[in-house]
């Protein structure tokens, strides 16, 4: 699914910008207005274009110009190589190597280096805090949003495989008493993941609630399971 920005003079111009750059239908598309723009004094100082954001499958278009090609991706990878090049440095981190390699709409990048904790930092907080720097860096003047996934030393895959022990054992719970079961709060990445192990599963299902920092995912029995 691509989602791209477009501007104009004001909505309908920016939506039609849209669907000829893409060579979809208004009704193939789903469209977002960000700014409906606005005229400025007289019509000429201060005037800002509308911007929407045009969602869309690429099998449901005949898009009309490059967007993401491979060899744009390249360079994509070997910008976002140099930014965490200069700003690990810049961190005093000794690293090893930094690779990169690209697959659809994402960006996955590698942090060798011995210094991990620097990288990672508490629960993953200057992972993360990195990944978003680095994705801002890559997005500037594109059209359409890649979205990266940067890791250092496979701890985000070692972080999954705990946190799938985690809801098994939790699933385990909520089988065998029928009562729910609430996580510590998480960030966005790892209850993504819990969605997604349990979207499948006949027997309970995930939700989320709080807010902010105190975000969390619960699990309870399905309805079906409750009627066993």
């Known amino acids: 699914m691509l989602e791209i920005e477009f501007k104009g003079r004001n909505v309908k111009d920016a939506i039609d910008a849209g669907l000829v750059k893409l060579g979809c239908n208004k009704e ?19 005037a800002k274009p509308a911007v929407v ?20 991706q390249n360079e994509i990878c070997k910008k976002a190589e140099f930014f965490l090049f200069g ?16 697959k659809d709409d994402l960006i996955n990048i590698n942090v060798s280096t011995n210094d991990c ?16 720097l680095t994705q801002i860096i890559v997005n500037k003047e594109l059209n359409s949003k890649l979205k990266v996934n940067l890791d250092c030393e496979n701890y985000r895959r070692k972080q999954k495989d705990k946190l799938k022990i985690l809801i098994d054992k939790a699933v385990d719970y909520v089988n065998r008493t029928g009562k729910m079961y609430h996580f510590e709060p998480m960030n966005a990445k790892e209850r993504k993941i819990i969605h997604l ?7 309970v299902e995930s939700f989320s609630e709080g807010t902010g920092i105190l975000r969390k995912v619960g699990i309870k029995p399905t309805k079906s399971a409750l009627t066993i």
Do not use: W
């Open 87 to 102: 700003l690990l440095n810049k961190m005093n981190v000794k690293f090893s190597g930094i690779e990169t390699s690209s």
């Open 197 to 203: 192990y349990l979207k499948d599963n006949h027997f």
């Open 28 to 46: 193939d598309v789903s469209i977002r207005i960000v700014s409906e723009g606005s005229t400025g004094l007289f019509g000429l100082m201060g």
């Open 117 to 132: 904790y620097f990288v990672i930092g508490k629960n993953g907080q200057t992972l993360d805090s990195l990944e978003y």
């Open 53 to 72: 954001l045009i969602s869309v499958k690429k099998s449901k278009c005949n898009i009309k110009t490059t967007l993401n090609t491979e060899v744009d």
